[in-house]
Each structure stands twice: as C-alpha cells, then as structure tokens.
C-alpha cells in the first residue's frame, strides 16, 4: 500500500494518543496540520490502515467505530455513560473459557462474537459511578 501525506498523518494521528478516537475526532485533528483533508478521505484511510493492519478498527455497537494504535489481541471496556473506552490486559485462555461460559449463560450470543482477547465488555467505570 502506498503512504500519501494524508495517510501518513492519519496514522500519526492514531498512533499518537493513548484514546480510541473516532473518525471525526480524527478528522478534526487532522485538519489542524492539513485543512484541505477531506472527512471521506479521513474514513477511506482509516479503513486501509486498519485492513492493513497498521491500526486497529474497534465496531461499537450503536455507536461511531473507534480506532486503536495497538494491533495486539487485546479486549476493551466500553463505559455505558461517558464512553470511555479502556484497555483490558489480555486474558488467559482459561480466563476467556470462564468469560464466555458467563457470557453464555445469560445472553444469546454468536460465538464469533467472541473471540480470545477481542471482546468488548460493556458496564459503568470507576469515575462514572463516583459521580452518581
């Protein structure tokens, strides 16, 4: 795949913030170094990138799709009230067999939905649930 400047920068983009930005997140700061960068040019690269497995694609159900520097199996946490998305060390097999036996136990789930160390939990964080 060829790296154009917008390409370049979009993937410095993504690679330098420790958040899962979204793609008009993205687009905004992209525009600040190139203000002619289109928002259709912002979600065309992203999507290359992440094919090419230079960036992380990460679908939020009932949400905007977030983007994650680290291509490494890993899981996330999504919060329900401020959409913080963190970060979950990866688990061991035997951990994800428990997970997905609990999983299983209360939802219908596909079972391709979840996979070792790429499933998106979903709940309250720690400074949400201070605030209440």
């Known amino acids: ?78 919060c329900e009230k401020c959409g913080a998305l963190i970060d979950l060390k990866p688990l061991s097999e035997e951990a994800h067999a428990e997970l997905e036996k609990m999983v299983k136990m209360t939802f219908d789930v596909d079972d391709s939905e979840v996979r070792l160390n790429e499933t998106l939990l979903t709940g309250v964080c720690r400074n949400c649930r201070k605030a209440v």
Request: glycine letters at 4%; one cysteine or more.
């Open 1 to 78: 795949m060829r790296y154009s400047r917008q390409r370049n920068l979009i993937l410095d983009i993504v690679r330098c913030t420790d958040t899962h930005p979204t793609a008009d997140w993205i687009y905004r700061k992209a525009r600040l170094t190139m203000p002619s960068i289109g928002i259709a040019t912002v979600y065309r690269n992203l999507n290359m990138l992440a094919e090419a497995g230079d960036i992380k694609k990460i679908s939020m159900p009932g949400s905007e799709d977030r983007f994650d520097r680290d291509v490494t199996a890993h899981s996330h946490m999504r």
